[in-house]
């Protein structure tokens, strides 16, 4: 059992939930909690290290031995020890490091029919997280972030996702408008959503499928993005314009394009 | 100016930040940050006091203008102490201490035709925040709360809803499921969004406004108040069923009420 903070592993696996810096350097990233550890189980991730506690291991019986048998290594750790290491104010004894999973471009293909969220430049991980658990809520087909959206391996990004990081196609796209402008040429329809100039949601003709964009939570979409796209579309706002949160917007823009 | 942490005027302000209790026995609430402090003078709120940096003072002169000439009392204190006390990692040195508003039961009136959201037992302050600021930007003409919902008077609910605790009309029924079984019974239309047996959003008249119910995170509306309710409603999922944060849940219900 590990019980000293300067053991390797800690301070690796406390680096690795501190640092996106880390995390890719070392292709790796920490799933929390029991319920993600098992979510990476069942996703087939590969899962290097297992750290429980010897009370989470007595708790949660059924989930140790899945999970500990599928790790490449299950190694206990002190109570307290865990408390430090962990992100939540009440941890559950439970931690995973995981590979990286492929999230290049490619990793999956946009087909006719299907529909897509894309992301641009989405700086807050919970904004971030709740996305994705959206996305799969809904169906969603794929997710394309562009490069500059905050780390999806994030403990943040993790958590809020409900573990949907594990199952939603996801990849990122080193030059997303490019990627955009090229889809867009190949007859897949994309919507810009926009709080300016743009069609009302209501009016829109959805039942192509498609991808739909959202941008940052400042800012939007860059303006040679939305110029990428084949349709601007706005969600008509009777209420103070523009103040709707990213992910409450990407939850009404995502439902709309399921038609 | 205010140095000294056991200052009896800190030692309030940062009880008022942290507890309900003492929130409710003051009858008062803190509301940080310029753009909030804006909010608070043109809703024209009670403010008792204005905390300000001299830092501040100097980068938001308008806004100290406006604030200070509005506030009872405008006290500056040090830089080190506005840290200490501040809910967040990059404080602009603004903070006021505010009255509560009325948010009795009668302060605001249900009336035909009129498009509402009705929330029982929310327990997260940022997803009671973020409901808030999307039933202000869609509009909504109102919030009804039942009384086990979180504090709306808490530093993350007040910054979550981007000060539309300020604007948007908000009352908190004591005999929530009474009021609804009532409001019904007057001819209102209530829906109850429930993941279970109910008619799908798309397939629902929405034409004559009415009452939008959202229920707790985890375990979504009671039995009872579903059962006060006119119709229920539930989203579409093609994804994963249940998935839903309660925030993007209310974003889509509160903008299919729209209508």
Do not use: W
């Amino acid at each position: 059992m590990i019980t000293a903070k300067d053991n390797e592993l800690i301070k690796d696996t406390a680096k690795l939930m501190s640092s996106a810096k880390h995390r890719r350097e070392k292709d790796c990233f920490v799933a929390e909690g029991v319920r993600l550890c098992v979510d990476g189980v069942l996703s087939g991730a590969q899962i290097t290290h297992f750290l429980y506690t010897n009370t989470a291991q007595k708790k949660y019986p059924e989930e140790f031995a899945r999970v500990s048998a599928y790790a490449q290594k299950t190694v206990e750790i002190s109570e307290a020890l865990f408390k430090k290491l962990s992100d939540t104010a009440a941890p559950q004894g439970f931690l995973c490091i995981v590979k990286r999973l492929d999230k290049s471009i490619g990793s999956f293909t946009i087909s006719n029919q299907g529909r897509y969220a894309a992301l641009e430049n989405i700086q807050d991980p919970q904004n971030l997280g709740t996305i994705l658990r959206t996305a799969e809520a809904l169906g969603t087909d794929g997710v394309i972030l562009s490069s500059d959206c905050c780390d999806i391996y994030s403990p943040k990004v993790i958590r809020g996702s409900m573990g949907a990081v594990f199952r939603v196609p996801i990849m990122i796209a080193e030059q997303f408008t490019d990627f955009i402008r090229t889809v867009t040429k190949q007859g897949i329809p994309t919507f810009a959503s926009t709080p300016h100039e743009a069609d009302d949601l209501h009016t829109v003709d959805f039942s192509k499928g498609g991808i739909m964009l959202i941008g940052n939570e400042g800012n939007g979409l860059k303006q040679e993005t939305i110029g990428a796209c084949r349709q601007s579309v706005r969600i008509n706002m009777k209420g103070r314009a523009e103040s709707l949160n990213a992910a409450a917007a990407a939850a009404i823009l995502l439902y709309a394009l399921q038609g």
